[in-house]
């Protein structure tokens, strides 16, 4: 079973159990959403967006189903981002075999299987495939490709997806570098432009010596993002530090700004990070409960 799907079944048995305290959206009139798996925003009504993560290998999809009916008891639609490797990470593929699968079909059943399903849903679904494949840290096998070639497979995977649900929504995700144009798919294979926001306090000290708020990371994200003309979504959010940090970030977060006319939401990620940051940093619990540090 999944990461995510061990993490959905505890969320939902601590909920039977009634332990897990309630937390609240940040104040601010901009849709929000949160990827949550310990349930901390079960009760919200504020949330409208639940967010999943799924690869497209060693993922028992039926549990789709178990989501499907938690948003709509929520009035929430869902975003699903798919990576295409395994979260297994001794028995992950090497870029190369990915590329080389995709081009000669090798993973179309993959990606078909999550899409039968996913055409079946009652929730709203936006799709959000291969993401922040701008990023050159090396943390994706499918970042930092040839701009060429990655568009060719992810405009494959999104065609192949169409044909099993073609009433989803398609969400192109960069991380939001500077070079993150050079990916972009068409307007044909994106209705919307998902964005990347983190905040870590001992970072921004440590790199740029003075605490950065969400408008000084998220302002030329946003920028390089618009100029494609669709709406845009802050599609990952975290933030962590003392408390006068985190209440600089909460208190931004979900304002609607002239400066942001085709920002229509922003989503929690509400878990512990998965990888570590460069250069010792460690990896980030952006949960809400555990945000502020002492």
């Given amino acids: 079973m999944s990461r995510y799907l061990n993490a959905f079944a505890a969320g939902l048995a601590a909920l039977a159990l009634n332990v897990m305290p309630a937390q609240a959206a940040p ?16 009760t919200d009504g504020e949330v409208v967006i639940e967010h999943l993560f799924l690869p497209w290998e060693d993922v028992y999809l039926q549990s789709l189903y178990d989501a499907d009916e938690y948003a709509l008891e929520r009035k929430r639609a869902l975003l699903v981002t798919v990576e295409p490797w395994t979260w297994s990470r001794s028995e992950r593929n090497t870029a190369r075999y990915l590329r080389r699968g995709i081009e000669n079909g090798t993973y179309d059943p993959n990606m078909k299987a999550i899409c ?16 922040e494949m701008d990023d050159k840290s090396g ?8 701009p060429d ?21 398609v969400m192109w995700s960069p991380l939001g570098d500077e070079n993150m144009a050079r990916y972009f798919p068409g307007e044909d294979y994106a209705d919307l432009v998902g964005l990347t926001v983190f905040g870590l306090q001992a970072w921004d000290q440590a ?3 003075h605490d950065r708020t969400f ?15 669709l709406p845009v979504v ?11 940090y985190v209440e600089t970030w909460k208190n931004s977060v979900r304002q609607v700004k002239a400066e942001y006319p085709s920002l229509v939401g922003v989503v929690y990620f509400n878990y512990p990070e998965v990888y570590p940051w460069p250069e010792g940093f460690g990896r ?10 002492k």
């Fill in 27 to 42: 104040p601010g009139e901009l849709p929000f959403g949160v990827y949550d798996p310990d349930g901390d925003f079960s």
């Fill in 116 to 131: 039968d399903i996913l055409g079946t849903l009652k929730s709203p679904v936006t799709l959000r495939f291969a993401h």
């Fill in 139 to 146: 943390q994706f096998i499918w970042s930092d490709w040839d």
């Fill in 149 to 169: 070639t990655y568009i060719s497979a992810y405009r494959r995977m999104i065609d192949l997806c169409r044909d099993s649900a073609p009433n989803i929504t």
């Fill in 207 to 209: 790199k740029y010596g």
């Fill in 215 to 229: 408008d000084e990371i998220f302002a030329p994200r946003y920028e390089r993002a618009v100029q494609f003309g």
């Fill in 234 to 244: 802050v599609a990952e959010l975290g933030y962590v530090g003392r408390e006068p």
């Fill in 284 to 293: 980030p619990d952006w949960r809400v409960k555990n945000q502020i540090l």
